[in-house]
């Protein structure tokens, strides 16, 4: 089936086993009941469990932990956060400002990139060594094809102070030492010592410790997407007290790099 | 005490001279070189504005005319476009209205029909130009990444409807109108090769492909003219999510019979919990 017969198939016609609810009477999520199956599960196990269909505290656990101990920094001038803070100094909503500001949090050089990349490239390089390349090879080859590694570098600061806390909380559940975290760590040590001198940052150390769990990328991907909000709300909250009054720009603060002529829509161009 | 030099944020796009008594405001903007309010105000129009602040420099007759059949083209998607359905979505529940043009660009940017579709098909313009073979060879093979990335997979040809069954007329007319107005020759080429490549990519071409063609012949970057397709496409969404903010939750789709649930345990374990 193709074209439109596909899409008469659909019409008022939408099958499926994720769930629904019944109006009046009960709820329904991958199969369980949320009111007598789900309904003493925390917050997190059903986001894990809405996410995966796997119901694991420990998941859940460890989700939580890097949720709080490394994505939720209350510091307005990180760009995700810095919407949360604009649109407070801006008084728009608060839900507005989480809204917008998760929406940015899928960056290249920080957020949901980096933590499906760094979870997609250990998975990679895990199967390509267990088939016998060198790790030297493949993050050449990796730096050849995208001229980056997810998970390795940070912008602003090298070192990233985020990788032990983690990591003791890591050991505290039992989740410290399988093979992708020890991997994540072997690409480290040879990045560390290249040219480039690129240190772990949490982006790798996450994912291998969710790999470790067995969820993909694409399941991390899922489960991080609200895993910067906590730091977002106090930005908002802050900036919300003083209207427009954070980080004022003058004018002068532009600085304008284009051509300096003066010109006038329709006539001749002059000079500065 | 040493001073410390302002950071500034750096622009070919935007200058400002102060105000007098106030270093905060501006007496007067220039948009590349061009006085927005004490020149522009009254003899710009919104099209030929777009067009500077994209491209730094006035745009032709004729791109004018372009830019301006595409943005009429693109305006209103109408209400059952999956962008303007989610502002809808977000107008029959008595959401911020700023909500709903958040919803309609969320919506709006994918793979199918939205921004990202364009900045693909405007990649395959720039590898294949005006050459059918290369159209065949990459719809045929279109490029896959190893790597993982937030999008999706495109799953279909860009810039044709995998919904499709033939070329929607409204597709056709707009196509037209283009090529006719078009100096350049990727709209002409498009219009004399639509249905050899609706063979190549078993689709029938879509307002995207024509969009991003358009944008392409303009020669706009994938990146701008991903974004300002998104842009051009907001105005269908925030009358529409006005008008059923009105009309109401209950005078719209809700699909009531329309779900069928595969895994449903029933209300049987709730009265064996009882």
């Given at each position: 089936m193709k074209g439109p017969e596909l899409l008469k198939h659909y019409e008022d016609n939408w099958v499926t086993d994720m769930g629904a609810w019944f109006p009046g009477e009960r709820v329904v999520l991958r199969g369980k009941d949320?009111?007598?199956?789900?309904?003493?599960?925390t917050w997190m196990e059903y986001l894990v469990y809405a996410v995966t269909g796997r119901e694991s505290p420990k998941i859940a656990r460890l989700m939580e932990a890097l949720w709080s101990i490394?994505?939720?920094?209350?510091?307005?001038?990180l760009w995700n956060n810095r919407i949360a803070a604009l649109a407070g100094t801006a008084r728009s909503t608060g839900v507005l400002a989480i809204a917008a500001a998760t929406s940015v949090s899928e960056a290249q050089i920080y957020g949901l990139k980096p933590i499906k990349g760094a979870t997609d490239l250990l998975y990679r390089m895990y199967a390509k060594k267990s088939a016998g390349h060198s790790i030297d090879r493949l993050i050449q080859e990796e730096l050849k094809q995208y001229r980056s590694v997810y998970g390795y570098g940070r912008p602003?600061?090298?070192?990233?102070?985020r990788v032990e806390p983690l990591m003791q909380f890591a050991r505290s559940i039992d989740a410290a030492d399988g093979r992708y975290i020890t991997l994540a760590f072997e690409i480290e040590d040879y990045l560390k010592n290249s040219r480039l001198k690129y240190q772990i940052n949490i982006a790798a150390v996450a994912g291998g410790l969710v790999a470790d769990q067995g969820l993909t990328a694409n399941e991390f991907y899922h489960l991080a997407t609200l895993c910067f909000s906590a730091g977002m709300f106090p930005c908002y909250l802050d900036a919300k007290e003083?209207?427009?009054?954070?980080?004022p720009l003058r004018?002068?603060?532009?600085?304008y790099i284009g051509s300096n002529s003066i010109n006038k829509w329709g006539g001749n161009n002059g000079d500065l | 005490m040493s001073e410390k030099k302002n950071e500034t944020i750096t622009t070919k796009i935007w200058r400002e001279t102060p105000e007098d008594d106030n270093p905060f405001a501006a007496s007067a903007c220039y948009c590349a070189g061009y006085d927005v309010y004490g020149d522009l105000l009254g003899k710009i129009s919104l099209v030929e504005y777009l067009w500077l602040l994209f491209k730094l420099e006035p745009p032709t007759k004729t791109e004018t005319l372009l830019l301006e059949g595409l943005a009429v083209a693109l305006a209103n998607p109408g209400p059952r476009d999956h962008s303007v359905h989610a502002a809808m979505s977000a107008g029959v529940g008595g959401s911020t209205r700023a909500s709903a043009l958040m919803a309609a660009i969320a919506v709006g940017a994918g793979s199918l029909g939205g921004g990202r579709e364009i900045y693909t098909t405007i990649q395959y313009w720039q590898q294949c130009g005006t050459d059918i073979d290369a159209w065949r060879a990459m719809l045929q093979n279109p490029p896959r990444e190893e790597r993982a990335d937030v999008w999706p997979d495109m799953e279909h040809s860009p810039g044709f409807d995998p919904n499709g069954a033939s070329c929607p007329t409204p597709v056709k007319q707009v196509l037209a109108y283009l090529a006719s107005t078009s100096t350049g020759d990727v709209l002409p080429w498009l219009q004399d090769n639509r249905q050899a490549l609706e063979i190549l990519a078993d689709s029938p071409l879509a307002m995207s492909g024509v969009a991003a063609a358009t944008l392409h012949e303009l020669k706009f970057s994938p990146e701008q003219a991903e974004i300002l397709f998104i842009m051009l496409r907001l105005p269908g969404a925030a009358v529409h999510a006005l008008e059923q903010e009105k009309i109401g939750?209950?005078?719209?789709?809700?699909?009531?019979?329309?779900l069928t649930l595969t895994n449903d345990p029933g209300p049987v374990n709730r009265k064996e919990s009882n």
């Open positions: 949320v009111f007598t199956e789900l309904n003493n599960h490394t994505t939720s920094y209350p510091d307005p001038r602003i600061i090298k070192a990233d102070e003083s209207e427009g009054c954070f980080f004018t002068e603060r532009i600085n | 939750w209950n005078r719209f789709p809700f699909f009531s019979d329309g």
